[in-house]
């Protein structure tokens, strides 16, 4: 038994079968991948890890499955796949997921090829565990809803940790009231009515942090810029498999060690020369055509308007907000309903997710101007709406 400290949940106490899962290689390479990829590039605190992550997830969920009276099998399950959920992130987590997922098709939360072999295969196998099993917990499934769900305690953990890893103040949330709150009605997962108000928070936390932080525009210009260089690395022969397996460390020698345009927007983004928003626009201000047409189409057509190389001209349009929060569900008396139908904020909330969207063109300081008239051209813009993010705060911090 051992007794590690967590800066945001005190001690976490890992024996048995977590403790033998947290020192696994594949455990330990989570030490060296950022739980925010990039983001210290604007807030400097921001580099704790993965690994920090699963710990926070697992406490929280053997704190969540001792209060649902969970029986020991189960609960060992649900909190090893808490553990266990992040083991298959790429290097600097999320910030290489759009590079890495056309080649792979799979995406991080499906680990059961890891759980499946080394040292990970031998620690289940000694348990009685079935990587099958863990990964269906992992997927939200049964009591798997503790791990993943619309509130789970991967979110609770990580908007705690990011807020605290920042200082952005807005991920604070009552995630003990929140905890004692949560029951299983029917085979679900819910949270009674005296923890709406929590439940609601944690969704405003999120709301908020979204632009903050994960959808910080420096944020979103840096992943770009990497996995730009990562789609380069692969066009020349790198593969996508061997990538993902490394951490951040790993991923920075490679692109340096690719040289030419990969190693390029290695130093760029290790000296912060980032490239900057030459439009970034709302999903009101496209035209709803945009968002059919393939990011590199988009890039190709805008750098040969502005006779530009398309390696300077990177587009970013990230996934549509998606906010599956307000169904879930709610227990008032011996009622389920949804979240949205017993928190009048959680209805505003699903609207005001569109407005935090955001589509970018990014392009070095020296090209922006003419990025942004080539862009305005193609994409029928409306002058003032590129230009008015020229007055925004861009060569600081934020």
Same mark, same amino acid.
């Given at each position: 038994?051992?007794?590690?400290?967590?800066?945001?949940?005190?001690? /976490? !106490?890992?024996?048995?079968?977590? %403790?033998?899962?947290a020192n696994t290689p594949q455990m330990q390479r989570l030490r060296w991948i950022k739980q925010l990829g990039l983001a210290n590039l604007v807030y400097?605190?921001?580099?704790?890890?993965?690994?920090?992550?699963?710990?926070?997830?697992?406490?929280?969920?053997?704190?969540?499955?001792?209060?649902?009276?969970?029986?020991?099998?189960?609960?060992?399950?649900? =909190?090893?796949?808490?553990?266990?959920?992040?083991?298959?992130?790429?290097?600097?987590?999320?910030?290489?997921?759009? @590079?890495?997922?056309?080649?792979? !098709?799979?995406?991080?939360?499906?680990?059961?090829?890891?759980?499946?072999?080394?040292?990970?295969?031998?620690?289940?196998?000694?348990?009685?565990? *079935?990587?099958?099993?863990?990964?269906?917990?992992?997927?939200?499934?049964?009591?798997?809803?503790?791990?993943?769900?619309?509130?789970?305690?991967? !979110?609770?953990?990580?908007?705690?940790?990011?807020?605290?890893?920042?200082?952005?103040?807005?991920?604070?949330?009552?995630?003990?009231?929140?905890?004692?709150?949560?029951?299983?009605?029917?085979?679900?997962? &819910?949270?009674? &009515?005296?923890?709406?108000? @929590?439940?609601?928070?944690?969704?405003?936390?999120?709301?908020?942090?979204?632009?903050?932080?994960?959808?910080?525009?420096?944020?979103?210009?840096?992943? =770009?810029?990497?996995?730009?260089?990562?789609?380069?690395?692969?066009?020349?022969?790198?593969?996508?498999?061997?990538?993902?397996?490394?951490?951040?460390?790993?991923?920075?020698?490679?692109?340096?060690?690719?040289?030419?345009?990969?190693?390029?927007? @290695?130093?760029?983004?290790?000296?912060?020369? %980032?490239? *900057?928003?030459?439009?970034?626009?709302?999903l009101e201000s496209l035209e709803p055509s945009l968002l059919r047409v393939s990011e590199k189409i988009i890039a190709q057509e805008i750098a040969s308007?502005?006779?530009?190389?398309?390696?300077?001209?990177? /587009?970013?349009?990230?996934?549509?907000?998606?906010s599956p929060e307000g169904s879930f569900p709610a227990l008032v008396g011996e009622e389920i309903r949804p979240l949205r139908e017993v928190s009048p904020? /959680?209805?505003?909330?699903?609207?005001?997710?569109?407005?935090?969207?955001?589509?970018?063109?990014?392009?070095?300081?020296?090209? !922006?101007?003419? @990025?942004?008239?080539?862009?305005?051209?193609?994409?029928?813009?409306?002058?003032?709406?590129?230009?008015?993010?020229?007055?925004?705060?861009?060569?600081?911090?934020?």
């Amino acid at each position: 038994m051992t007794e590690v400290r967590d800066p945001v949940h005190g001690y /976490v !106490r890992l024996e048995g079968l977590a %403790l033998r899962l947290a020192n696994t290689p594949q455990m330990q390479r989570l030490r060296w991948i950022k739980q925010l990829g990039l983001a210290n590039l604007v807030y400097p605190g921001a580099n704790h890890t993965r690994f920090e992550h699963s710990l926070g997830a697992y406490y929280m969920a053997s704190l969540l499955t001792d209060h649902l009276g969970l029986e020991e099998e189960e609960r060992q399950e649900v =909190c090893a796949a808490a553990l266990l959920h992040d083991v298959g992130h790429g290097p600097l987590s999320h910030a290489t997921e759009s @590079a890495l997922t056309p080649f792979l !098709r799979t995406e991080h939360e499906s680990v059961i090829d890891i759980l499946k072999r080394g040292e990970l295969r031998e620690v289940l196998d000694e348990h009685g565990l *079935k990587a099958s099993d863990i990964q269906s917990f992992i997927n939200g499934q049964g009591n798997g809803q503790i791990v993943s769900g619309e509130i789970d305690v991967d !979110r609770m953990d990580y908007l705690i940790r990011d807020a605290h890893y920042t200082g952005v103040a807005y991920g604070v949330i009552d995630h003990l009231r929140l905890l004692q709150k949560m029951t299983f009605h029917q085979g679900q997962l &819910a949270v009674e &009515a005296g923890g709406v108000q @929590a439940a609601t928070s944690l969704l405003i936390s999120r709301l908020l942090m979204h632009p903050a932080v994960y959808f910080h525009h420096v944020c979103r210009i840096s992943e =770009c810029m990497i996995s730009s260089g990562i789609r380069r690395m692969i066009d020349e022969g790198a593969s996508p498999a061997r990538i993902k397996g490394m951490d951040d460390i790993q991923l920075f020698t490679a692109l340096e060690e690719a040289g030419g345009y990969p190693a390029e927007m @290695a130093a760029r983004i290790k000296s912060r020369q %980032l490239f *900057k928003r030459a439009v970034y626009v709302d999903l009101e201000s496209l035209e709803p055509s945009l968002l059919r047409v393939s990011e590199k189409i988009i890039a190709q057509e805008i750098a040969s308007e502005a006779g530009v190389d398309a390696d300077w001209i990177l /587009v970013d349009r990230p996934p549509l907000p998606d906010s599956p929060e307000g169904s879930f569900p709610a227990l008032v008396g011996e009622e389920i309903r949804p979240l949205r139908e017993v928190s009048p904020l /959680v209805s505003i909330l699903e609207r005001a997710q569109r407005a935090t969207w955001r589509f970018g063109i990014y392009a070095p300081a020296e090209l !922006r101007d003419v @990025a942004a008239g080539a862009a305005r051209r193609c994409l029928n813009l409306k002058k003032s709406t590129v230009q008015h993010t020229f007055s925004d705060i861009d060569n600081g911090y934020l």
